[in-house]
């Protein structure tokens, strides 16, 4: 395999999982649950025009569950 099918690949499966996690996201957004993701330990700052939020608590814990998941996947 060269460079190129490589990074092909690489790209196809980003593109995939990009379009299920937005899929999933656009229909907790109809359903409701934009809320469901608001851990403790999140940045919420809500203004009389201005709202700003930071989800670091859940940015943390969607990386520490994606590691472990490719380390199963992809463990050689």
Do not use: C, H, Q
């Not at 190129?4 to 990009?18: H, K, Q, V």
């Not at 957004?29 to 934009?34: H, I, N, P």
């Not at 859940?58 to 996947?73: C, G, H």
Request: aromatic fraction near 18%.
């Amino acid at each position: 395999m060269n460079g190129f099918e490589g990074i092909a690949r690489l790209l196809i499966i980003s593109g995939l999982l990009l379009l299920f996690l937005g899929a999933i996201f656009y229909l907790m957004a109809k359903l409701g649950g934009g809320s469901f993701f608001r851990l403790p330990g999140d940045i919420y700052v809500k203004k009389e025009d201005f709202v700003f939020y930071f989800p670091i608590t859940t940015f943390l814990l969607l990386s520490l569950i994606l590691t472990l998941l490719f380390n199963l996947i992809f463990r050689r």
